[in-house]
């Protein structure tokens, strides 16, 4: 039976103690006490370090930039300039700031349908973004991929995408990918809590362990599927334990706090990038807003969401600041100037050409030429 009691233990090394436990042959306590281990992780943030303030102030103005953008993006939509659905990680900010700000540009990224948070942070240029979400000429993809289809593999951005759980095996072929060449880069793979319970979940997780590629998935937890609550549509206990019973370390970590994060994920990517292995991170956070711009999210409790906006992941960070001798002045500076940033995009994109005509065949393979 697993021993559990007097459980002092740093996140990571409890983390470890997963690897090769499996559930095969766990039965009435050993299992309850497998969950036990599994929750006693995921509950863990006993982080002796804290990011240095400067750190923090990075951050926060990621985080800043981000919100600045998916502001536009709404008035794009609303001023019908906006090309298709876009859904904005408005709330959610952290973990794509966190995540990505432990990252080499030579690292690669794999993202979901909601990617323009994850895009900005690995270093993509918001003007060159707007363009694409506008259809226009000088956008990221040509204007041809818009928002649920932006790349910039300039940066290491894989591409965002319109399949939910999709970008997992594209994440775990570039791992592999990585491993072949010998290199120490790193891919991490972001997915919504409703692509753990897709087939491209089970098939990338058990790949990677088998090939112990370099890979940290990222379960990006908002508490819904499109519409629906997700643990009214999930059985079992979630990713972590799923995780778990292939092998791979895995916890949960709160989503909205970008010191917290950012400290774990540091850790979480050296160890990947030293041959550790694949890791799964489970972060729970949550979106200020509907499914995508249109979506009015009549289906949650209007009290849900305000307590979920108690807990706004860029005022933590700017609480933490302002605790630690930043000026208020300093910071809501650094907010306007994102506004400001992201308003000459928006208005740059707007006023761009359309492509021309020759572009629609370009970046297009066939099979010969027209007849």
Not at 56 to 81: H, P, Q, S, W, Y
Not at 239 to 249: D, F, H, K, T, Y
Request: charged fraction near 25%; hydrophobic fraction near 40%.
């Amino acid at each position: 039976m697993l021993k559990l009691s007097r459980m002092k233990l740093h996140a990571s090394w409890a983390i470890h103690k997963l690897h090769g436990l499996t559930l095969a042959g766990l039965h009435g306590a050993d299992y309850e006490s497998f969950l036990a281990l599994i929750n006693a992780v995921s509950t863990m943030s006993t982080f002796e370090r804290t990011p240095s303030p400067q750190r923090v102030l990075d951050l926060f103005a990621t985080m800043c930039r981000i919100r600045a953008f998916e502001r536009m993006v709404i008035r794009g939509t609303k001023e019908d300039l906006v090309k298709g659905a876009a859904h904005l990680s408005i709330g959610q900010e952290a973990v794509a700031a966190s995540v990505c700000g432990n990252l080499r540009r030579t690292d690669q990224i794999a993202s979901n349908h909601r990617g323009h948070g994850h895009t900005i942070a690995k270093g993509a240029d918001p003007e060159a973004m707007m363009r694409e979400l506008f259809g226009k000429e000088g956008g990221v993809c040509g204007g041809k991929g818009g928002s649920m289809h932006i790349a910039d593999f300039d940066v290491g951005m894989l591409g965002a995408n319109g399949i939910v759980g999709a970008g997992i095996l594209i994440a775990v072929g570039a791992a592999k990918s990585k491993k072949m060449l010998g290199t120490n880069d790193i891919v991490v793979c972001f997915f919504g809590d409703g692509a753990v319970n897709r087939g491209p979940f089970l098939e990338g997780l058990n790949w990677a362990r088998v090939f112990d590629l370099p890979v940290l998935f990222v379960c990006e937890d908002n508490k819904y599927a499109a519409t629906s609550r997700t643990d009214q549509l999930t059985g079992g206990d979630g990713p972590v334990v799923r995780a778990a019973s292939l092998g791979i370390p895995a916890q949960t970590f709160d989503g909205n706090d970008a010191l917290g994060l950012d400290v774990l994920v540091g850790e979480l990517v050296e160890e990947i990038r030293s041959g550790g292995g694949p890791q799964l991170l489970h972060v729970e956070t949550y979106r200020h807003i509907g499914h995508t711009v249109a979506d009015a999210a009549t289906y949650r409790p209007d009290e849900e969401v305000e307590e979920a906006k108690t807990r706004d992941p860029i005022e933590r960070a700017k609480a933490f600041l302002l605790e630690n001798g930043s000026v208020k002045g300093d910071l809501d500076q650094i907010a306007a100037g994102a506004e400001v940033e992201m308003l000459a995009a928006f208005e740059v994109a707007r006023d761009a050409p359309w492509p021309s005509l020759a572009a629609t065949r370009l970046d297009v393979q066939d099979v010969g030429a027209p007849s």
